[in-house]
């Protein structure tokens, strides 16, 4: 399973564009990106997956460059209630066993 | 709809006795996780369940610790002999068949050790 490096933290205002970036360099070509969002005191909430270019929801942005070694979760505008850990993870589709990292803390100020 | 519930939310155990997280998945998903966080930590996988069959174990610790998915009733991870150690958030994940990374999380138990 590639092992995914990105932020620690990050400190963000309302109405700003928040773009967090994960770093994959061993991603397989089997592998999917993932992205979960949690809250303090709640699971994981599966927030965004792609394999490759752009991927839109109601919720986020992923953006997948052609190497994919990287990838960017963009959300539009947070508001506080955004203020969560997220978490990148990098496995095969429809694995059974997800690897997450520490993640990266977003503190949303008003 | 109801989404994967947990129960209890809160546990208190002292050093010794037994523990018991029951999960219930979402209605019509057949596939059940169990995984372990400590403060300030990511999730770490324990192990992956279908209905009377555990598939994959590798993250649970050889000893004390056990889970079980029946035909019928909750999933149920079993700690027996507890120690501070195992003071920990569980959280339970199920899936579709057909989607197995995708994963919809409980609320979680959060177990403590005296």
């Known amino acids: 399973l590639a092992k995914t490096t990105q932020p620690i933290s990050m400190d963000s205002y309302e109405g700003q564009e928040v773009n967090i970036t994960c770093s994959h360099n061993?991603?397989?070509?089997?592998?999917?990106i993932t992205w979960y969002q949690q809250f303090p005191s709640q699971g994981p909430r599966f927030i965004i997956q792609g394999y490759k270019t752009k991927v839109t929801n109601e919720v986020a942005s992923l953006f997948i460059p052609a190497d994919r070694k990287s990838s960017t979760l963009s959300l539009p505008r947070v508001s506080l209630s955004d203020t969560a850990v997220y978490y990148c993870l990098v496995a095969v589709y429809n694995t059974d066993k997800l690897i997450f990292g520490t993640g990266t803390r977003l503190q949303v100020f008003p | 709809n109801a989404g994967v519930m947990q129960n209890p939310r809160h546990l208190v155990r002292r050093r010794g006795q037994e523990a018991r997280l029951r999960c219930s998945p979402m209605?019509?998903?057949?596939?059940v996780y169990w995984y372990r966080q400590l403060p300030e930590e990511g999730l770490k996988f324990m192990v992956y369940?279908?209905?009377?069959?555990?598939?994959?174990e590798s993250g649970m610790p050889k000893e004390r610790f056990s889970a079980e998915f029946p035909k019928e009733g909750p999933s149920i991870l079993r700690i027996q002999q507890v120690v501070r150690g195992d003071s920990a958030a569980y959280f339970c994940?199920?899936?579709?068949?057909?989607?197995?990374?995708?994963?919809?999380f409980g609320p979680g138990t959060r177990l403590t050790v005296l």
């Open positions: 209605k019509g998903h057949s596939h």
């Open positions: 994940a199920s899936s579709p068949e057909y989607s197995t990374d995708t994963q919809y």
């Open positions: 061993n991603i397989a070509t089997n592998d999917y």
């Open positions: 369940l279908q209905k009377e069959n555990i598939i994959d």
